[in-house]
């Protein structure tokens, strides 16, 4: 497969995107496979450290999402390219990919990695989440026990069962919301801060068909932002005013600091 044919088949996947270039080097590298230069829209692909296309492809089509991130979001992109936003990208893609036949994924088409995912799936994953949001019931219960002997709920987590109080709160939430333990206890945790029923049905099922993390909390967060461009920017431009400000503040009581200790 040339460079030409790879551009190609990133372009099936999404063609409503800023002209790139892609580039094999010719060369081999022990670092990456490949890279994308933002500032010339280029894709550099190391073919040499391919011996077959599915790989290749599967870099590639990294590099297109930091490409399709980068050019398509209304921020500016930090240098921490591996945001969740870009993650959600690339996994898109590669859901759209394989769904294309421009991607083969070997974790749906291996025998070895389909037992060992089932097995995972089924025997650990499922049944810790069944665990934890049972362990939520328990919580609930003992709510009810502090109340009845004039104890403070918080001090019992502390001291009695040494757990933090964000992750009691979150085990009582994925009870009381009815989460399904078929998506893991992360993605429960995830889950258990949507408070509107219909949207954490929907997200749920969204898992449950295969979504990733990364895909579900990109679109949470798209739709949490202001769609008119010119708002989110002025949101931005408040938050890092604001940043700057309690910076200064701090910078300011530390100088004070250092002069007193100085005298």
Not at 58 to 63: F, G, L, S, V
Not at 157 to 175: E, V
Not at 217 to 239: G, T, V
């Amino acid at each position: 497969m040339n460079q030409e044919q790879v551009k190609e088949k990133l372009l099936q996947l999404n063609r409503n995107v800023e002209d790139f270039s892609l580039l094999f080097s010719g060369k081999k590298s022990r670092k990456v496979n490949g890279l994308y230069k933002p500032d010339s829209r280029e894709i550099i692909i190391h073919n040499r450290n391919f011996n077959d296309d599915n790989p290749l492809i599967y870099t590639a089509i990294h590099e297109f999402a930091h490409h399709i991130h980068f050019t398509g979001s209304p921020l500016p992109i930090s240098s921490r390219a591996h945001t969740k936003e870009f993650w959600g990208i690339f996994h898109s893609l590669l859901f759209n990919a394989e769904e294309k036949g421009v991607y083969v994924n070997i974790f749906e088409t291996n025998k070895e990695f389909i037992e060992l995912t089932g097995e995972i799936k089924n025997n650990y994953l499922s049944k810790n989440g069944e665990l934890l949001k049972d362990l939520g019931r328990l919580l609930i219960k003992a709510i009810k026990l502090c109340e009845e002997h004039s104890i403070i709920f918080n001090d019992y987590i502390d001291r009695g069962l040494k757990l933090s109080k964000a992750t009691a709160n979150t085990l009582i939430k994925i009870h009381t919301m009815d989460i399904t333990p078929e998506v893991g206890f992360d993605n429960m945790k995830l889950l258990s801060r949507i408070k509107v029923r219909n949207e954490r049905e929907e997200i749920e099922k969204a898992f449950i068909d295969g979504d990733t993390a990364d895909m579900i909390e990109a679109r949470l967060s798209k739709r949490s932002r202001p769609k008119n461009s010119i708002e989110l920017l002025k949101n931005e431009k408040h938050r890092i005013l604001r940043t700057i400000e309690n910076l200064n503040k701090k910078l300011k009581i530390i100088n004070e600091k250092i002069n007193y200790l100085k005298t």
